[in-house]
């Protein structure tokens, strides 16, 4: 990789943890889930899910995931949510 494509890279990653940051300060605590968040949470999984196994945050990636197929197929989310809440802020070193 060039030192020019390194740089982008590191550009795409910076501004995907600050997206994460963003999505993160949106959702609830685990313990707090309601129905109504379940759109939302879905939406943000999805998008997160999408990038970060490609921009080597693999783990966030299969947590993410799994939030959304659990949301798409009317599966309780707990565990899976509590585990990509995790994943995020490990990411974020909350």
């Given amino acids: 990789m060039t030192a020019d494509a390194g740089a982008?890279?590191?550009a795409v990653r910076d501004k995907f943890v600050a997206?994460?940051?963003?999505?993160?300060a949106q959702l609830p605590a685990p313990e707090s889930v309601r129905?109504?968040?379940l759109e939302r949470i879905g939406a943000a999984a999805h998008k997160i899910a999408g990038l970060a196994g490609t921009l080597g945050f693999?783990?966030?990636?299969e947590a993410a995931a799994q939030v959304d197929q659990h949301i798409a197929s009317h599966v309780e989310?707990?565990?899976a949510y509590q585990l990509y809440i995790e994943e995020l802020d490990c990411l974020l070193d909350i």
């Fill in 19 to 24: 997206r994460c940051r963003e999505e993160r």
């Fill in 77 to 79: 989310i707990g565990p």
């Fill in 58 to 61: 693999s783990s966030l990636g």
């Fill in 8 to 10: 982008r890279m590191m």
């Fill in 35 to 37: 129905e109504s968040d």
